[in-house]
């Protein structure tokens, strides 16, 4: 059972408007890299709330190798979260009521079922919508949740596409998340306004792209010269997160979506190419995880930085964007 962004969606040349580049000024980061000591070699941090605990976990997922589950409360107060008799256990939405969502496999054989679940302060519920086909395995998994108890997902149709959808913890009601320009669209994020993030491929040009739905009109979301940009999470204060490949290298990304820009920022001992974030609190810090030069993957926490006046560039950590290419779709 692999990280779900691994294998979802084929990467192609990136396609729509072109905005006059706009410099981004963004805050400088202090970077932690946090490791379960259950696993120093494969960690992935993938979700924070606003009192700093990071949902999570350890374990590549390959046959012997099981993922296990945790909460961390920095430094290292870690917690073990795993769905009952599973195998598996991915711990990857965390809101600010301690509520946490994720996925997770009944088997450990490096291809593995997928089921989503919800873990509502210790009481856990099995989560898949009931269009997810019945096939040897099924992939339906939930990648974040916010104040409400609103979470969102995605499952996998019978010809692997994905199909993203909320859902109501409360009332255990699903609701599709469509676009009408996707052929495969992943749901990843959501804040208390109700705005979803994720990224989808394009029925037209087969490019993968990040969008945000406010109330049912998507916009894509596109980094300036970029052939492949994700979404991953957002918080509740206009910024989002995710990775965005360039020149053949993908960097983790910031997107502001109130002033349409971005910046590179990357772990300073990840290997170029490695730095993926993952999630945001409305603090602005940052979780995620890299390679680093031994080959391990990292867990990391990135707090904000003040700077008195205007806010500076982190030298290797940043680089700042212009204005996203993107397009608005009723």
């Not at 989560?127 to 096939?135: E, L, Q």
């Not at 974040?144 to 019978?158: I, K, L, M, R, S």
Request: aromatic residues 8%; glycine residues 14%; negative net charge.
């Amino acid at each position: 059972m692999t990280r779900f962004r691994c294998a979802l969606l084929g990467v192609g040349l990136a396609t729509g408007l072109a905005a006059a580049p706009q410099v981004a000024r963004a805050a400088a980061y202090t970077f932690t890299t946090l490791d379960n000591p259950g696993d120093l070699t494969f960690n992935q941090l993938l979700g924070i709330n606003n009192a700093g605990t990071i949902a999570g976990y350890f374990g590549l997922g390959s046959a012997g190798h099981p993922n296990k589950g945790y909460t961390l409360t920095p430094p290292n107060s870690y917690t073990n979260e795993n769905f009952p008799g599973s195998a598996q256990t991915q711990v990857i939405g965390i809101n600010n009521n301690g509520v946490t969502v994720g996925f997770w496999s009944s088997t450990n054989t490096g291809t593995d079922p997928n089921f989503g679940f919800v873990d509502n302060n210790g009481v856990f519920t099995n989560v898949n919508d009931p269009k997810t086909p019945s096939v040897s395995v099924p992939v339906n998994n939930l990648l974040g949740v916010n104040d409400h108890n609103v979470a969102v997902g995605f499952y996998n149709g019978p010809n692997g596409n994905s199909h993203g959808y909320t859902y109501s913890i409360g009332s255990k009601t699903f609701t599709p998340v469509i676009d009408s320009a996707a052929s495969s669209l992943v749901a990843s994020g959501i804040n208390n306004s109700g705005t979803i993030d994720g990224f989808y491929t394009s029925a037209a040009s087969g490019a993968t792209l990040g969008f945000l739905d406010v109330n049912g009109q998507f916009t894509s979301v596109n980094a300036p010269g970029a052939t492949l940009t994700e979404l991953f999470g957002l918080n509740n204060n206009g910024l989002a997160v995710g990775v965005a490949t360039i020149n053949n290298v993908t960097d983790g990304i910031v997107y502001n979506t109130r002033t349409d820009t971005f910046a590179l920022v990357n772990d300073p001992l990840a290997l170029a190419g490695t730095t993926v974030i993952n999630g945001i609190n409305d603090h602005g810090q940052l979780v995620g995880f890299y390679t680093d030069a031994t080959g391990n993957t990292d867990g990391f926490l990135a707090t904000p930085v003040p700077e008195p006046g205007s806010l500076m560039l982190l030298g290797s950590g940043l680089l700042a964007l212009g204005l996203v290419r993107r397009r608005k779709r009723a």
